[in-house]
């Protein structure tokens, strides 16, 4: 399995940040796998772009001597913050039209971004006004929202300090169902994915 990073347009430092804090955890299997981390380089309006992060998808693959083909049948869990959500989410589309497997899409702050798709989608927010107007444009089930409201890009550098409340919103919107830190949470989902 393979976790594909994709940032929004913001210091790479900020991305840093969110892989060392939340991503490498002591005695976890997602440290153990982190050449399976890929992080679009883009710091530009290029985030926007399905097709820039999909051809960073294929040069990576072959870059690591895989064939695609057998890239392609390894499941990718999408990661994406703010402005990074609009190309992720497209590129997540044209992955699965080349055949490949998209095991989940994490859109981190990605308001105003509509996401629908085959595959299971949670949507963490920075706030609860974020979290219920995203949910108008699509959202799956296991989703975040800070509380007390941080401002946007604290989420993404530091996710350990963040907490907030995790809610089924197949369910409801409120009440929260928990109570834990932005990176507890995404670590829940990446364990789940990861274990299943």
């Avoid at 976890?28 to 883009?42: E, M, T, Y």
């Amino acid at each position: 399995m393979s976790i594909i990073i994709c940032p929004g347009i913001h210091d790479p430092a900020f991305t840093e940040s969110f892989i060392s804090e939340c991503l490498n955890i002591p005695n976890g299997s997602i440290a153990k796998n982190q050449s399976n981390i890929l992080v679009f380089p883009g710091k530009d309006i290029s985030v926007l772009s399905a097709l820039h992060i999909l051809q960073f998808l294929r040069v990576s693959v072959a870059y690591r001597r895989y064939c695609l083909t057998d890239s392609l049948k390894s499941p990718i869990i999408f990661i994406s913050f703010s402005a990074g959500v609009v190309g992720a989410i497209g590129a997540a589309h044209l992955w699965q039209l080349l055949g490949g497997s998209v095991k989940a899409f994490i859109a981190i702050d990605g308001w105003g971004v509509p996401l629908k798709g085959n595959f299971p989608i949670h949507r963490m927010s920075h706030d609860y006004f974020t979290h219920w107007s995203s949910s108008l444009l699509g959202s799956g089930q296991n989703n975040f929202y800070a509380e007390p409201a941080v401002d946007h890009l604290s989420i993404w550098k530091s996710p350990q300090t963040v907490k907030g409340y995790w809610v089924d919103s197949s369910i409801e919107i409120s009440p929260p169902k928990g109570y834990l830190t932005a990176a507890e949470f995404l670590l829940m989902l990446l364990k789940r994915y990861e274990a299943n």
